[in-house]
């Protein structure tokens, strides 16, 4: 079902920095804004970044998004073992309602 | 404080039916959709569909068209995921969240803490 395509995983060592892309198409994040969640082991998901690059109060700015063209990709700089988690983009999409990416897995080393 | 919460695990066996909830507070539960989101077992975040409590009009992604039903009862604050004849198949964690949506900005702002759905015989 999904439409929005991620890296099964990443990883990076504390204090260092990853970014995970997220690619659609113009049904989607090509024109509509684009979403980041955040979902740690046994938890429900937590949004981390709305409306491209927006961060709801709470969110540490080592979190960061942007959007270009057809894909996102959500950056989290000064890595933690507390990161290590899933990670979720969504988007609008014309065709399918909302959409999901496909997740992916940070593992801090 | 915005809170979403939902109703506890289920058992259940293959072709019962199956209502779970999902108790919204801590603001206009008529002013935002309520999204409903399916994780099956080691899987990614399935968007199944929404609901706009205020006059229960709903919207199902073409995946679960058909196979559950969205309702809500705005004079509790609260939104409903049901099946009328479950399937092993449904056997997943599922989430409600809030949704708010319009202009092409849309995201699931508060999540609920998620209802594990069991269906096995």
């Known amino acids: 079902q999904s439409v929005l395509t991620q890296p099964p995983s990443v990883s990076a060592a504390p204090g260092q920095k990853v970014t995970i892309s997220c690619s659609g198409s113009t049904s989607n994040i090509g024109n509509n804004y ?4 955040q979902q740690l082991p046994g938890t429900a998901p937590k949004l981390l970044i709305y409306d491209n690059n927006k ?31 899933d990670y979720y983009c969504g988007a609008w999409d ?16 | 404080e ?10 259940k066996q293959p072709g019962e039916s199956l209502k779970i909830s999902c108790r ?8 935002y959709w309520i999204a409903w989101v399916r994780q099956m077992p080691g899987k990614g975040l399935e968007w199944m569909g929404i609901i706009n409590p205020g006059d229960s009009h709903t919207t199902y992604s073409s995946s679960f068209q058909g196979q559950v039903t969205f309702s809500a009862d705005k004079s509790i604050s609260t939104a409903y995921l049901q099946w009328s004849s479950l399937k092993a198949s449904d056997t997943a964690l599922y989430y409600c969240a809030r949704f708010p949506c319009g202009g092409g900005s849309c995201y699931s702002d508060y999540w609920g803490q998620g209802a594990l759905v069991t269906v096995s015989s």
């Open chain 1, 34 to 37: 684009v979403s980041w969640y």
């Open chain 1, 55 to 85: 961060r709801p109060s709470g969110i540490p700015d080592r979190f960061s998004g942007s959007k270009s063209g057809t894909s996102a990709t959500l950056g989290i700089t000064g890595l933690q073992t507390g990161d290590e988690a």
């Open chain 2, 2 to 11: 915005v809170q979403l919460v939902q109703s506890g695990a289920e058992v």
């Open chain 2, 24 to 31: 919204a507070s801590g603001y206009s539960f008529t002013k």
């Open chain 1, 94 to 109: 014309s065709l399918s309602a909302h959409v999901f990416g496909t997740g992916t897995k940070v593992t801090v080393l």
